[in-house]
């Protein structure tokens, strides 16, 4: 199983972006997807979730209305629309297969993660 996150860069603040990710080797469809980030020196926290079969999303409040994930069952992949982006959003963004609704954020209910993509906001 891989998960490949792509799209991370370097922006200004106001400015958008859309991650990626693209999974192989597993039933996409199955799965969950979620998406966590890491900032140096601080711990790796949930951002979004979509969920299986009806694709229920769930954001942190954190980036709630600016933030909006949707999927592609038939291409594999995952997408993170980034926009009204913030310095505080610079982190290093993961995507991960697995999660449920309930609990979206208990990183040790997802099975699988990608490496990471690296998004920097600039003041």
């Known amino acids: 199983v891989q998960l490949q996150a792509s799209g991370g860069g370097l922006v200004q603040a106001g400015d958008s972006l859309r991650l990626s990710c693209a999974a192989s080797?597993?039933?996409?469809?199955?799965?969950?997807i979620g998406w966590f980030r890491q900032a140096p020196g601080q711990e790796r926290e949930f951002v979004a979730r979509?969920?299986?079969?009806?694709?229920?999303?769930t954001y942190a409040d954190s980036v709630k209305g600016r933030f909006t994930m949707s999927r592609d069952n038939a291409g594999s992949t995952a997408y993170l629309q980034m926009s009204s982006l913030k310095p505080e959003d610079t982190a290093v963004y993961y995507c991960?297969?697995?999660?449920?609704?309930?609990?979206?954020?208990?990183?040790?209910?997802?099975?699988?993660w990608g490496q990471g993509t690296l998004v920097t906001v600039s003041s």
């Open positions: 991960a297969a697995g999660g449920d609704y309930w609990s979206p954020a208990q990183v040790h209910k997802y099975a699988y």
């Open positions: 080797g597993l039933t996409f469809s199955d799965y969950g």
């Open positions: 979509i969920g299986r079969g009806r694709g229920v999303k």
